[in-house]
């Protein structure tokens, strides 16, 4: 396929230079329908990219369509702030059904703002607020948001820099395997921790992705975020799991650190929870830790009801029987044998993931960008990831 780039004027005179997307893929995107994309001039794309992470039942999914069509067209409540509407009442039942009450799991439902860098900055907040104390640690090459709160807990080094101030109140710590299994597993953290002059002060909490999305596609092993829970517990830090990118299903289990068998005392998810791509996210968290008073931490668009009808429709329609997870650990068998046959006939390639997350590292680092600008010259959506990255993270579905 030949692609000619559009004439982006409009886009250019008038969109800011931040714009990074429509850089990689010069194309005027029109339709969008399962998993593929459209562009005006009748071109078809395979995506990969899956809105980052935000559309794992596809484009325009038919069902959840039909949902949120019935329910505009009925003239439900649009915009709703912390307001009880019957489509926020049906979303918390079907959550509590679906997701919570199969997985014992007690935790108690915040709507923050509708994106993931709200139920992060509303997590790093309530964890603060719970202990105490102000520092927070997370670990390299973590990605967690970019607003100031969430950067100052954000390994990359380029995203840092664009806050513009000083990040601070936060620590890193050595994610599984940077060190390539020569140093045990929390060795310089429990010693800050114990050591009166280490200079750190006891931190709120611990942040931590399960699945590294922006940092690489970096698997934490099971038994890494075990042992991780217990060093909180121990240590009196409350523990975070940011499921923001990996949740609602991405690994397979509808959260990610399902696989692991432990509880976090909170939990932010967003992305994929409303199912059709549209703004939501979730602060969870165990109830004894529900010490906010009303209003203390709000938002004008916390209560998008439109995404509460889809959200819940996802719910009912894909995780009421258990097939979701099967279905996407199945897959996933395929991609991670694709990609073992890849590495084995292309030297210099190595592969890692889990579920449907999925990454290819080229040792000639520059590749991945090549690699990238060709598959979308033949019609396919990828994008690259890691500290070297400028955009977001590509997790192929």
Same mark, same amino acid.
């Given at each position: 396929?030949?692609?000619?780039?559009?004439?982006?004027?409009?886009?250019?005179?008038?969109?800011?230079?931040?714009?990074?997307?429509?850089?990689?893929?010069?194309?005027?995107?029109?339709?969008?329908?399962?998993?593929h994309m459209y562009d005006e001039d009748g071109h078809t794309y395979l995506d990969f990219?899956?809105?980052?992470?935000?559309?794992?039942?596809?484009?325009?999914?038919?069902?959840?369509?039909?949902?949120?069509?019935?329910?505009?067209?009925?003239?439900?409540?649009?915009?709703?702030?912390?307001?009880?509407?019957?489509?926020?009442?049906?979303?918390?039942?079907?959550?509590?059904?679906?997701?919570?009450?199969?997985?014992?799991?007690?935790?108690?439902?915040?709507?923050?703002?509708?994106?993931?860098?709200?139920?992060?900055?509303?997590?790093?907040?309530?964890?603060?607020?719970?202990?105490?104390?102000?520092?927070?640690?997370?670990?390299?090459n973590a990605f967690h948001g970019m607003s100031l709160g969430s950067l100052a807990v &954000? $390994?990359?080094? #380029?995203?840092?820099?664009? *806050? /513009? =101030?000083?990040?601070?109140?936060? %620590?890193?710590?050595?994610?599984?395997?940077?060190?390539?299994?020569?140093?045990?597993?929390?060795?310089?953290?429990?010693?800050?921790?114990?050591?009166?002059?280490?200079?750190?002060?006891?931190?709120?909490?611990?942040?931590?992705?399960?699945?590294?999305?922006?940092?690489?596609?970096?698997?934490?092993?099971?038994?890494?975020?075990?042992?991780?829970?217990?060093?909180?517990?121990?240590?009196?830090?409350?523990?975070?799991?940011?499921?923001?990118?990996?949740?609602?299903?991405? &690994? $397979?289990?509808? #959260?990610?650190?399902?696989? *692991? /068998? =432990?509880?976090?005392?909170?939990? %932010?998810?967003?992305?994929?929870?409303?199912?059709?791509?549209?703004?939501?996210?979730?602060?969870?968290?165990?109830?004894?830790?529900?010490?906010?008073?009303?209003?203390?931490?709000?938002?004008?668009?916390?209560?998008?009801?439109?995404?509460?009808?889809?959200?819940?429709?996802?719910?009912?329609?894909?995780?009421?029987?258990?097939?979701?997870?099967?279905?996407?650990?199945?897959?996933?068998?395929?991609?991670?044998?694709?990609?073992?046959?890849?590495?084995?006939?292309?030297?210099?390639?190595?592969?890692?993931?889990?579920?449907?997350?999925?990454?290819?590292?080229?040792?000639?680092?520059?590749?991945?960008?090549?690699?990238?600008?060709?598959?979308?010259?033949?019609?396919?959506?990828?994008?690259?990831?890691?500290?070297?990255?400028?955009?977001?993270?590509?997790?192929?579905?």
């Open positions: 396929m030949t692609i000619t780039p559009p004439a982006l004027s409009v886009f250019e005179a008038l969109e800011s230079e931040v714009r990074s997307y429509c850089r990689g893929w010069p194309a005027v995107f029109d339709r969008a329908q399962g998993s990219f899956a809105g980052a992470g935000s559309l794992n039942y596809g484009h325009n999914n038919p069902v959840l369509k039909r949902a949120l069509i019935d329910y505009i067209e009925r003239d439900g409540v649009t915009h709703g702030l912390d307001m009880s509407t019957t489509a926020k009442r049906a979303f918390l039942e079907s959550f509590q059904n679906n997701v919570l009450r199969p997985r014992d799991l007690p935790y108690k439902v915040m709507f923050p703002g509708p994106t993931g860098t709200n139920a992060v900055e509303a997590a790093l907040k309530l964890a603060r607020k719970v202990k105490g104390r102000e520092s927070i640690v997370s670990f390299t &954000t $390994g990359n080094a #380029f995203k840092r820099a664009g *806050a /513009g =101030i000083p990040l601070v109140h936060g %620590t890193p710590m050595p994610f599984d395997n940077y060190f390539d299994g020569t140093v045990p597993d929390f060795l310089w953290f429990e010693r800050l921790l114990e050591d009166q002059g280490s200079g750190l002060n006891q931190p709120a909490a611990v942040i931590v992705e399960t699945v590294q999305g922006e940092g690489g596609i970096n698997v934490a092993r099971p038994e890494w975020l075990r042992a991780l829970a217990e060093l909180c517990e121990r240590q009196d830090m409350l523990l975070i799991v940011d499921d923001i990118q990996m949740g609602c299903g991405r &690994t $397979g289990a509808f #959260f990610s650190f399902e696989e *692991a /068998g =432990i509880t976090p005392d909170i939990v %932010t998810v967003s992305k994929s929870i409303s199912g059709y791509g549209l703004p939501m996210s979730l602060t969870l968290f165990k109830p004894e830790l529900d010490i906010w008073e009303p209003g203390e931490h709000n938002g004008t668009f916390r209560g998008n009801n439109p995404a509460f009808v889809t959200a819940a429709a996802t719910l009912d329609t894909y995780w009421a029987d258990g097939q979701m997870e099967k279905q996407t650990l199945a897959r996933g068998e395929q991609v991670e044998q694709a990609l073992r046959a890849i590495c084995e006939e292309q030297s210099g390639t190595h592969f890692r993931g889990r579920g449907l997350v999925w990454g290819l590292e080229f040792e000639d680092k520059p590749r991945a960008s090549a690699v990238c600008k060709r598959a979308f010259e033949l019609g396919l959506l990828l994008e690259t990831s890691g500290p070297r990255a400028r955009s977001s993270s590509c997790c192929p579905r």
